[in-house]
């Protein structure tokens, strides 16, 4: 994400999961404004819509928003460190 920050600048938002489920309500108001879109209370209710969801996470799109994703990736945290190595440029794949 830092590169496209770098090219894009204030052109992309970046939303935090933790902050979205901690306060819904803020996060989403932040990112409605931040597109240009006039609010719309339905924004906070996105599990009542009977639309298809057509996405590799239609399930998860049809849900309320859950906080037991979080922290989630501690799991594998050990697994994580070759990449997590590569990414901060201290050896190459």
């Known amino acids: ?15 935090n999961y933790e902050a979205l ?8 108001r932040q990112m409605i404004e931040f597109i240009g879109l006039e ?3 339905r924004c906070l209710k996105h599990a009542d819509n009977t639309r298809a969801v057509v996405t590799a996470s239609s399930d998860q ?21 070759p990449l997590k190595r590569v990414l901060a440029g201290e050896c190459s794949m």
């Open 61 to 81: 799109a049809t849900k309320p928003l859950y906080t037991s994703s979080i922290e989630r990736w501690r799991h594998y945290e050990s697994q994580l460190q």
């Open 21 to 28: 489920v901690a306060d819904n309500e803020a996060t989403v």
């Open 1 to 15: 994400m830092t590169h496209w920050q770098q090219v894009m600048g204030d052109r992309i938002l970046t939303v």
């Open 39 to 41: 609010w719309d209370e």
